[in-house]
């Protein structure tokens, strides 16, 4: 009798890479795949999936080297556990980038043989991954504010001049409309780069940016805030000064390794509703000179607290921006926020909390004591280094 052989992964952009892989696991004996279930795919990647989990099955079982596939009923990196007991193979593969210890270990306590095959193409093949195909898709990052927003507003800025900063975003998960990350400045870029930026200047880029967004036949007369496309098209963290006008009056950059890395391990997203068609954010404003200093200054702490990774000065600073935001702009606070807030500024390591952008719903964006302290479904996030 021919030995079991089990495999695992998404198998979301199926390509020869994976048939190969197939082919020479099945070398080991009937082969059976366990497939990462849509909900898996969003909680583990945060993202969806290109092809339902039905339309993998299918895809995957018409493998002629496939005995049988099945999607796997568990969660995260190990969510092939129920599948295993069910099949119980006698041996588990996996490519080289795909192993780690603790599959290893899974496997011997189960008594189960455990391979490891190096990533080789069929021959006369190219190599593929998803991850290469993943890159003909938009690169295009985005931006999360940190502390001033509003600040970029000649209307907010003429009361107290004062810094927004900013970090510019890998786009490692879905990026939705109308919650705050700047998609329509995103979306603009992608008119004119659909994939990745130019490699040029990077602020001389974003004022480009700017002025093709803010045309002057534009009918709306809305004008976008200059943070907008500075925090999208500089790299690491970056704040910009306004004085009573739309562009900055300086511009200045943190590209730190150890700095950009600290703050990754303490901020994360929690996805909530998409902006309301018709909210209006504007509405009720009060915009008074206090209130503007009171925003300059939280951001003033807010950058030096991070330049000096001081996480209670981060935290408090952090959330003093967002408190003097929203009492010039209550309406960010529409209704289903708050409920938001009060659950996740509840939870253990929570230091610190506010909307992306204008508000008015799209992510929470948390400040937490470190990565254990993410709340189950935070998004985690990469910060675009130079060359990215």
């Known amino acids: 009798m021919a030995k079991k052989v089990f495999v695992s992964g998404c198998y979301d952009l199926l390509h020869s890479g994976h048939v190969e892989f197939f082919r020479q696991a099945a070398q080991y004996g009937d082969l059976y795949v366990g497939i990462g279930s849509d909900a898996t795919i969003l909680d583990y990647k945060h993202h969806k999936t290109v092809y339902t989990e039905q339309e993998r099955l299918f895809m995957v079982k018409s493998i002629r080297y496939v005995k049988d596939a099945y999607i796997n009923a568990g969660h995260g990196i190990m969510d092939f556990i129920p599948t295993v007991d069910f099949v119980k193979p006698d041996i588990l593969v996996v490519n080289e980038d795909g192993g780690n210890d603790e599959k290893r270990r899974f496997c011997e306590e189960r008594g189960i043989e455990y391979v490891v095959l190096q990533r080789t193409p069929q021959e006369g093949l190219q190599a593929r991954s998803s991850t290469s195909l993943k890159k003909t898709e938009s690169q295009i990052p985005t931006r999360l504010d940190l502390a001033g927003t509003w600040i970029d507003q000649p209307d907010v800025s003429r ?230």
Not at 183 to 201: A, V
Not at 294 to 323: G, Q
């Open 159 to 388: 009361f107290a001049p004062g810094w927004a900063l900013t970090i510019s975003l890998e786009p490692t998960f879905e990026i939705r409309d109308r919650c705050g990350l700047s998609t329509s400045t995103r979306n603009m870029i992608r008119k004119i780069w659909p994939y990745q930026l130019p490699n040029m200047d990077p602020e001389m880029l974003a004022k480009l940016v700017f002025c093709f967004e803010n045309d002057p036949e534009r009918t709306d007369g809305i004008i976008s805030g200059a943070q907008d496309s500075i925090g999208i098209c500089i790299p690491g963290l970056c704040r910009h000064y306004y004085n009573g006008r739309f562009w900055p009056e300086k511009i200045e950059s943190c590209r730190d390794e150890a700095v950009l890395k600290w703050l990754e391990s303490h901020l994360c997203m929690i996805p909530m509703f998409p902006r309301r068609p018709g909210c209006s954010v504007v509405e009720g404003k009060d915009i008074t000179k206090p209130k503007v200093e009171a925003l300059a200054a939280a951001a003033d702490h807010c950058w030096n607290a991070i330049l000096s990774r001081d996480l209670d000065a981060f935290a408090a600073a952090y959330k003093a921006s967002f408190e003097a935001q929203i009492a010039m702009f209550p309406a960010m606070i529409q209704p289903g926020v708050q409920e938001y807030i009060d659950k996740y500024s509840a939870m253990p390591g929570v230091l610190a909390w506010k909307m992306p952008g204008a508000g008015g719903g799209g992510y929470l964006a948390l400040v937490c004591s470190g990565p254990d302290a993410f709340p189950e479904g935070a998004i985690p996030l990469t910060i675009r280094r130079p060359g990215m």
